[in-house]
């Protein structure tokens, strides 16, 4: 029985090993993902963070959504999914301030969903405070208490703490995924929107099993 339990074990550990072995032969770093020099602080201080950086008007992003959506669902207990919106440029900042304003009003799941579809899918022009409160009126959120949050302090901080992650992670382009703040992903190094959530998925291996 020792014996054969120690046989199983073995081939056990040989098929760990190689499937490993397979995973980073077929994901490289520098060709499918990129280390960075230079880690960003994570919001998590256990477990194996993964942030998707993302733009409301990114139609690359909406239509990654529903697959990081499904992702994150059936993520290991370990992972922390969280999401940061970019502000690559100076009309992404509205965006990400209502990101922000709506999650400090406990908002902000209610109207993800219909802020893609409104700025991604459909191009409304809601670049602004005053266009987005009046949106978002129309899905439930009260106007003057988002609005109170857009412009107050805490969004303030918030925001620039998201930029100068997203800055820190040289990120150029969206949707972009940061592992444990060590590794960015992106579709044109991947190849696709599913070997990009591949890849990730071989990137919180590696760093789950580091933390062992």
């Not at 999401?83 to 209610?110: C, D, N, T, V």
């Not at 405070?129 to 609005?147: Q, V, Y």
Request: a neutral charge; hydrophobic letters at 40%; one cysteine or more.
């Amino acid at each position: 029985m020792f014996r054969t339990f120690g046989v199983a074990a073995f081939l056990a550990l040989a098929v760990m090993v190689t499937g490993t072995a397979s995973a980073e032969t077929q994901w490289q770093e520098g060709v499918h993902y990129k280390k960075l020099e230079t880690p960003v602080p994570t919001e998590s201080e256990k477990g194996v963070e993964v942030a998707e950086i993302f733009w409301y008007g990114c139609p690359h992003c909406y239509r990654f959504k529903p697959l990081a959506q499904a992702w994150e669902k059936n993520a290991p207990d370990y992972v922390n999914f969280v999401r940061i919106p970019a502000a690559l440029g100076k009309s992404w900042e509205p965006h990400a301030r209502a990101f922000y304003a709506l999650e400090a009003m406990g908002q902000r799941e209610k109207v993800h969903d219909a802020l893609y579809e409104a700025l991604a899918g459909e191009h409304k022009p809601l670049n602004d405070g005053k266009s987005l409160a009046a949106f978002l009126a129309t899905k439930g959120i009260d106007p003057d208490e988002f609005l109170k949050n857009y412009n107050s302090f805490g969004v303030n901080a918030k925001l620039q703490q998201a930029q100068a992650k997203v800055r820190g992670a040289r990120v150029t382009g969206t949707p972009t995924m940061l592992v444990n703040g060590k590794y960015t992903v992106t579709a044109t190094m991947a190849g696709s929107f599913e070997n990009m959530l591949k890849v990730v998925d071989f990137l919180v291996a590696k760093e789950h099993a580091q933390s062992q």
